[in-house]
């Protein structure tokens, strides 16, 4: 009896519908946010798996857009409206105004696909000097976040707990009265995923199958 209550209830976390995104601006900080009891992410004793996109695998030029990774870390980039520019170690969106967009592959079977995305991210003006930006973030259920910040920024990440609905999208944009006038783009794009959301839901249900065990 006891036992089927709790796999009942493992069940219930997993499809929860309290799902959130998390935003942060220290690379450190996002790594480490799945084992951070405070935030509580995902079920304790969850494994990560992070991927850095350095860009160096691409050759120096412009394109109409680029494409990388393998399984679950599968991305391409595009231009607003215009062309994409790989400098060797980075993305850049050509002409001046214009946003760079990531898409992310659907996870393969197995896979919880991108939970948590972030990046080292550059807007500048025509003199190289830093700009405020803006960063959206759409998941594959459609919800969405925004989050703008200052020059001072570089880094910016993002996890959600929706083990249902991955990140799906990234979008870099200049913003501001000159908005037209300046340049976006990201050096290194990093990755974190967890197991597959069927894998999650045994953990949380070995847990709970422990607990009910201790306490008959």
């Known amino acids: 009896m006891n036992f089927t209550i709790s796999i009942a209830a493992a069940a219930a976390v997993c499809a929860s519908s309290n799902a959130a995104v998390y935003t942060y601006t220290n690379l450190s900080a ?7 009891p405070m935030i509580d992410l995902f079920p304790a004793g969850t494994s990560t798996s992070f991927i850095t996109e350095t860009f160096t695998g691409l050759t120096p030029g ?9 399984g ?5 980039a595009a231009s607003s409206g215009g062309t994409v520019s ?6 850049y969106s050509q002409p001046a105004g214009t946003s760079l967009l990531f898409t992310f592959g659907p996870p393969a079977a197995g896979e919880a696909g991108v939970l ?6 550059r807007f500048f003006n025509s003199d190289g000097v830093a700009q405020d930006g803006r960063i959206w973030v759409r998941l594959a259920n459609g ?8 020059a001072a920024d ?3 990440g993002f996890w959600t707990n929706d083990l249902a609905a991955p990140i799906a999208a990234l979008r870099i944009q200049p913003v501001g009265a000159a908005a037209g006038t300046l340049f976006v783009g990201v050096d290194n794009l990093y990755f974190g995923t967890v197991p597959a959301p069927g894998a999650i ?3 949380g249900a070995a847990g709970l199958i422990g607990a009910s065990r201790r306490r008959a």
């Open 201 to 203: 839901c045994l953990l």
């Open 154 to 156: 570089s880094f910016v």
């Open 86 to 91: 790989s400098t060797g170690t980075g993305l």
């Open 72 to 76: 679950w870390n599968s991305w391409a």
């Open 62 to 70: 412009s394109s109409s857009g680029y494409s990388g990774g393998t």
């Open 30 to 36: 996002w790594q480490q946010a799945v084992d951070n």
């Open 143 to 150: 919800a969405s976040i925004v989050k703008t910040f200052t």
């Open 116 to 121: 948590g995305i972030g990046g080292d991210f």
